[in-house]
């Protein structure tokens, strides 16, 4: 056999080797290029194609003055702070309310229980924006009067996030086995102790799951917090995107902004890269 | 529990076991009105406690010293905590009820929130968003006649187009993300272990991305322009550049829709990574004997590819493809980021963004909106039989 085997018997294939290389590089060059652009000045950017500058760095000028810019002058500090206030109360709290809820659908028998998941199952495909202009009326001026406030969009991602969330948490738990309920109900103990000592604590990959995405989603979102936040409570990716309206000075700022932007949700991603495959896994689907 | 009437009568002078009579008061317990009244009045404390706390945090930021780490952190104890401490007491005044009745309304009571917030955020919505859809820009009267806003649209041309590049969106964008996620993850199941691992991570990273921030990437690296006579900064015009040819405004060409494709190309970019992950896990589940069975048969690669492994995965692709689709639909940032529909290059999500937004059209947007749900709904009906027959498989 002339063709070379692996580690685990298998034969080499030079055609997906060489493909996926190709296919890597050319998924990663994009995020790669903006990188280089953004060290930067605007000057020196203007020089050529970024690719040149990996050539021959020293026909550029390199410096850190885009992210410095953009910190002082876009407030970027700030929106970096919003986005996590606004996403990690919106990623947790649909969980609990999520989570009694899936139970209530997995280890209990009343009537309409199918209707009721049906329901589920049909709201994750509404698109978010039929509640735009209800909850606009509802939540501002002349409503509830919170619209531009943190709290609106808290709301707001719980709602939507929770019939994806129902509909995951209840897949995973229905691959429990059902007789550790049943003997725990034997002994005594009511449904709240069941959920918060056994059931809840076993649903955790699937809990870390939703997490993961929910926490993508709110933080990339630009719809409902453009439309729900004030300037100053708004998030990163609204600051990139007024900045991507700038044209000619400050333009350069761009770069680093959308690159700040990636910063945490990469780090998130990379972290619980695995629960973020499992949770895509048992069935993601979002209105 | 079989029959929760019957009291056992109680026998003096016979030692009683003590473990079946509890057991026995358990099943048959009456209504205990203190752990009701306990469980209710705990209950309503803990919601008027957080909805209170809640609006504070909007009307009275300074209580907070207006500080948003301070604001979040309690957000995110008191929204944990006290959900938990509403079904707490939920589950204790219900206990406290006699216990056919506790059995009946358990599961609704753990429903409750949950569905609670379903019915204010999406279906209370959706009925007023029809609604909305027959009235005036500012949701206050019907229009005369009251479909005016469907007329307008209709008779509209730039309706028309955005329709059309919705549908170009639709029938171009999950086709071509399904079938390079199902060749990506074929070809990456041939590579060694490291090898598959390292080129998927690099083909899944863009699913952290927001879509903002790809159209940032894009525009900076591949359809940038500038003027003639100075360099190209991104790889298109160099590439035109290199060739001798003027640069183009990539963006602002719609000669067959190219600039549509493309924005499409950018939300591929994004999405393979997630086919892939999707098909590659159906791709590894699909049984070695059937391969081997068509390999001994003498079947090439591609005809065991199309043969065996494609129907083995079509499950995987279908719902890959409806997610895709889906999001599709409502494809909204890239567009209103790179071109804001100008050039042709709208789409429904964008306008209604605009009618609601920048021209203040409350009545137009819902009737765009309404006009999407419309169109969604063959998918949600599909979604609901595809799980009724996953249910019926359980």
Known sequence: MSRSRMKDGRYRSPLSMVVMFVLALLWFLPTFGLLVTSFQTRDSALKGGWWEALINPASRIWTFENYTKVFEQQDMGNAFLNGIAVAVPATIIPIMFAAFAAYAFTFMDFPFKDALFIIIVAVMVVPTQVAFQPLLNLLGPNGLGISGQYLAVWILHTGFGMPLCIYTLRNYMSSLPFSIVESARIDGCSNFQIFWKLIAPMSMPAIAAFATLQFLWVWNDLLIAKLFLSNSNTTVIVKVQQLLGTQGQGAELITAGAFISMVLPMIVFFTLQNFLVRGMTAGAVKG | ?394
């Not at chain 2, 329709?163 to 969106?169: A, G, S």
């Open chain 2, 1 to 394: 529990m079989s029959t929760p009437s019957s009291t056992p009568p109680p026998v003096t002078g016979v030692p009683v076991n003590r473990e079946t009579s509890e057991v026995a008061t358990a099943d048959n317990r009456g209504l205990q009105p203190l752990k009701v009244l306990a469980g209710v009045v705990g209950a309503a404390f803990t919601l008027w406690f957080m909805g209170n706390l809640f609006l504070a945090f909007a009307y009275y930021p300074q209580w907070f010293f207006n500080n948003k780490v301070v604001m979040a952190i309690l957000a995110l104890v008191v929204g944990v905590g006290g959900a938990a401490l509403f079904f707490w007491f939920v589950n204790m005044a219900i206990e406290g009820l006699p216990r056919r009745l506790e059995h009946g309304l358990m599961p609704y009571a753990f429903l409750l929130p949950g569905f609670s917030l379903i019915g204010l955020m999406l279906l209370y919505p959706t009925i007023q968003t029809i609604n909305f859809s027959f009235a005036n820009r500012t949701s206050t009267a019907y229009m005369d006649p009251p479909w005016a806003n469907y007329t307008y649209l209709f008779t509209n041309a730039g309706f028309w187009s955005a329709i059309l590049n919705n549908v170009l969106w639709i029938v171009i964008v999950p086709a071509v993300t399904v079938a390079l996620g199902v060749v990506i993850a074929v070809l990456a199941d041939k590579l060694s272990a490291a090898g598959e691992k390292w080129s998927k991570s690099f083909i899944f990273l863009p699913m952290a991305i927001s879509f903002v921030a790809a159209s940032a990437i894009w525009q900076t690296t591949v359809y940038g322009y500038q003027p003639p006579g100075q360099p190209q900064t991104a790889l298109l015009n160099a590439i035109r550049g290199a060739m001798g040819q003027e640069p183009l405004a990539w963006l602002s060409i719609d000669t067959g829709r190219l600039n549509s494709l493309l924005l499409m190309v950018i939300l591929v970019w994004l999405q393979v990574g997630f086919a892939m992950v999707l098909l590659s896990s159906a791709i590894k589940g699909v049984p070695d004997d059937t391969l081997e069975a068509a390999r001994i048969d003498g079947a090439s690669e591609l005809k065991i590819f199309f043969q065996v492994i494609i129907p083995q995965i079509k499950g995987t692709i279908v719902t890959v493809f409806i997610t895709i689709l889906i999001l599709v639909m409502k494809v909204f940032d890239i567009i209103y980021v790179l071109t804001n529909g100008n050039n042709n290059t709208d789409v429904i999500a964008n306008m209604f963004f605009r009618e609601m937004f920048t021209n203040q059209q409350a009545g137009r947007a819902t009737a765009i909106v309404v006009i999407l749900l419309v169109a969604i709904l063959p998918v949600l009906i599909y979604q609901v039989k595809l799980f009724r027959e996953q249910e019926a498989v359980r």
